[in-house]
């Protein structure tokens, strides 16, 4: 028997189950999605499970379930089985598809923190953490800042003053997979049943910091392995493990670039801390670019708003507009779709 709860399920999931056609079937959480089943965690193991035909009609990629979402099938053989119904979703993950312009992708769902893992070698960049963290922000997902392989060497004092508005926001972590102090106080940040999301360029570690948190290898690496000698292995899926003593771990293969699916950027203003000043503008609708009377203008020239995150704000600022413009410019489109085919429908229920 498998103790749904220490993967998260708890009794708003339950009533939410209740609520479903199929509230008496199954229920179980999406570890792995393969090509065309689903690896499913349930009480009485797991499960490979495929969708009805119901469940893929008619649905975007967004729509299928990920990695993380509490699923109901019916098993029908054993250790099969067939999804009917998925729990509404809430804290997922997402980002903007590859080479589109508003198309979600669903990376993770019922997510409760992410580590968001950069190395402190050439991959540190705290541009791109900031650009997590909104992410993180706008799906009420809590963000945290994993700075790992402190083994190597670096600059402290150079990062420590990167990285200050972020450490004002955010959680932030020095770790080594070689220094188990480290790992263990990352391991006392995870609670019991919740889902921690591991994020970040490809080769920072984000596996390697599963396995430690883990204390046994439970996914690959590209470390040396010891039975074969070969390393070089880089993740190519997202994978659901549990840590002992209670934590969900996700982990995700490096993504090179990760877009904004960010539908207004008020999540945005606060974790840049825009919003402190932007409170002051003369104009309520302030976009502070040249306005006069622009508090976050004058606090960049008083050298209290630091030019670089400034910048870094207007820069992801362009790139959440864009992706909601389109995405509204998508729903009309489809709205009007479907008021084409109602109305075709309507004539031809008249003839
Ligand atoms: N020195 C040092 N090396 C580390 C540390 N953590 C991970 N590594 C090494 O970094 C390399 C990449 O580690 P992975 O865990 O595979 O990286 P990843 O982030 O999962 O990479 P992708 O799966 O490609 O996204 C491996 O050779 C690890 O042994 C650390 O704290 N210190
Ligand atoms: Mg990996
Ligand atoms: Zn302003």
């Not at 749904?4 to 999605?33: F, M, P």
């Not at 099938?73 to 509404?88: R, T, Y």
């Not at 990352?186 to 570690?205: D, P, Q, Y």
């Amino acid at each position: 028997m498998i103790d749904l709860n220490r993967y998260g399920w708890n009794d708003k999931l339950n009533q939410l189950k209740q609520e479903s056609t199929y509230g008496t079937l199954t229920h179980g959480r999406v570890a792995i999605v393969h090509r065309t089943c689903y690896e499913v965690v349930a009480g009485s193991g797991v499960f490979r499970c495929e969708l009805t035909g119901n469940m893929m009609y008619g649905k975007s990629d967004f729509e299928l379930p990920c990695t993380g979402d509490w699923v109901i099938f019916q098993p029908f053989d054993e250790g099969m089985g067939i999804i009917v119904d998925m729990l509404p979703r809430s804290r997922t993950l997402s980002r903007r598809k590859n080479g589109t312009v508003a198309e979600k992708q669903a990376i993770a769902a019922h997510v409760d923190k992410a580590f968001i893992v950069q190395s402190l070698d050439d991959n540190f960049n705290v541009r791109r953490a900031e650009r997590f963290m909104v992410q993180m922000r706008e799906e009420n997902i809590i963000p945290v800042l994993v700075l790992n392989k402190v083994d190597l060497g670096f600059d402290q004092q150079k990062v420590e003053e990167q990285i200050r508005h972020v450490t004002r926001q955010i959680p932030v972590f020095y770790t080594s997979i070689h220094e188990s102090r480290t790992i263990f106080r990352l391991r006392e940040f995870i609670a019991a049943g919740e889902t921690v999301v591991f994020v970040g360029s490809s080769g920072v570690g984000k596996s390697s910091l599963v396995n430690a948190l883990c204390e046994k290898s439970v996914l690959l690496t590209s470390g040396i392995s010891q039975s074969t000698g070969k390393g070089r292995h880089t993740s190519t899926r997202r994978e659901m493990v549990l840590m002992d003593g209670g934590g969900v771990l996700i982990d995700t293969p490096g993504v090179r670039e990760f877009g904004l699916a960010v539908d207004d950027s008020g999540a945005l203003d606060e974790i840049l801390e825009i919003t402190d000043y932007a409170q002051s503008c003369r104009f309520k609708d302030c976009e502070h670019i040249n306005e006069p009377g622009c508090a976050v203008l004058d606090a960049v020239s008083r050298g209290i708003l630091d030019r670089q995150v400034y910048e870094s704000y207007l820069k992801l600022r362009r790139e959440t507009w864009h992706f909601s413009a389109s995405e509204h410019e998508k729903r009309k489109k489809e709205k009007s779709f479907t008021k084409l085919v109602d109305e075709v429908k309507k004539r031809k229920d008249h003839f």
